[in-house]
């Protein structure tokens, strides 16, 4: 497969960011086949980040080599968009550490069954053009064309830099800058905010009552206690955060139903402007500095949502009860 996109080569020292719509298993085969077979002509790494069914095509077209690295989907790209990013960081830091010079990889995200899930994984392919940046990563991210809905392949064209496509890499016209996709994408509407609030509190002015008022709606919820525990924590930073460098009036409102959590919390502030936030700590390595509120609230729930709306900032936090 050609490296070349008008002339310029793929960069082997910062992320490369390519994607390949495919029809068929042998459109699968070709163009992710010789992406990793000329990798390992060239002495770099080759992992495979796949289904199953993606996998053993892959494995075939490249002959079985037992340097091609095949890691399970669901350990790469892991439940939480910021662990997968965290997962890959390590992956190419482990190889970097080996001697390896760039890792490449063909990666297939699982979308999930939701809106929410999709959403949440169509920020993810903008979101590492930006949070994988600095590290030697390749990656050709694989879209089912006969499998997959059409918003994730509109967005797969309008994240991806580069399309792959009859063997070549070419320069994706339809690539939005990540910052202004990311904008412009909008929450999914969740049912449950139309139903009337189990807790609602408008101007918070006693933090560590609502502490306790959020801990005692939560302490006799079913389902699993850990992940009851990460919401709680979760709601306690972002109602923090929202207090310490928001705008008064601050409100929360707290939904419960036997199967999901979800809560918004409201200030009035210019709120973060930022659309990476929370992607990996605020002042990377040096946790010292604080600013891990947003990152950790996007580990501890299944979807974290910023939005902005007629001079308010609200972040929108829910947990499934699994």
């Given at each position: 497969m050609s490296s070349a996109v008008h002339g310029q080569n793929a960069s082997s020292t910062s992320f490369v960011h390519d994607a390949l719509l495919y029809?068929?298993?042998?459109?699968?085969?070709?163009s992710a086949g010789a992406f990793l077979a000329e990798g390992l002509g060239a002495d770099e790494a080759a992992v495979v980040a796949a289904g199953s069914w993606a996998t053993g095509v892959i494995r075939d077209a490249v002959g079985d080599d037992p340097r091609l690295h095949v890691v399970d989907r669901a350990d790469a790209y892991r439940s939480r968009t910021p662990v997968a990013i965290a997962a890959f960081r390590q992956l190419a830091d482990r190889y970097v550490g080996e001697g390896v010079t760039r890792v490449r990889v063909v990666g297939e995200v699982d979308f999930g069954s939701t809106e929410q899930d999709r959403v949440e994984w169509q920020r993810y392919e903008a979101?590492?053009?930006?949070?994988?940046?600095?590290?030697?990563?390749?990656?050709?991210?694989?879209?089912?064309?006969?499998?997959?809905?059409?918003?994730?392949l509109e967005a797969a064209r309008r994240t991806h830099p580069t399309l792959v496509t009859a063997g070549r890499r070419v320069a994706n016209e339809e690539f939005v800058d990540p910052a202004?996709?990311?904008?412009?994408?909008?929450?999914?509407h969740e049912a449950l905010e139309q139903a009337p609030p189990q807790l609602a509190v408008r101007g918070v002015t006693d933090f560590i009552g609502l502490r306790h008022a959020v801990a005692g709606e939560l302490a006799t919820t079913p389902g699993p206690r850990d992940v009851v525990e990460d919401f709680t924590l979760a709601v306690d930073e972002m109602t923090s955060n929202a207090v310490r460098h928001g705008s008064p009036p601050v409100d929360l409102l707290l939904w419960v139903s036997s199967g999901k959590l979800v809560c918004r919390i409201t200030d009035h502030g210019s709120g973060i402007d930022d659309p990476f936030a929370g992607y990996g700590p605020a002042h990377g390595d040096d946790?010292?500095?604080?600013?891990?509120?947003?990152?950790?609230?996007?580990?501890?729930?299944?979807?974290?949502?910023?939005?902005?709306?007629?001079?308010?900032?609200?972040?929108?936090l829910i947990a499934h009860l699994r």
């Open positions: 029809d068929d298993a042998g459109q699968l085969a070709e979101v590492i053009n930006h949070a994988l940046a600095p590290w030697p990563l390749w990656g050709l991210c694989v879209f089912d064309t006969q499998r997959l809905p059409e918003p994730v202004s996709y990311l904008r412009g994408l909008s929450a999914p946790l010292s500095r604080g600013g891990m509120g947003l990152w950790l609230a996007r580990q501890l729930c299944d979807h974290v949502d910023v939005s902005h709306d007629g001079g308010r900032t609200s972040v929108r």
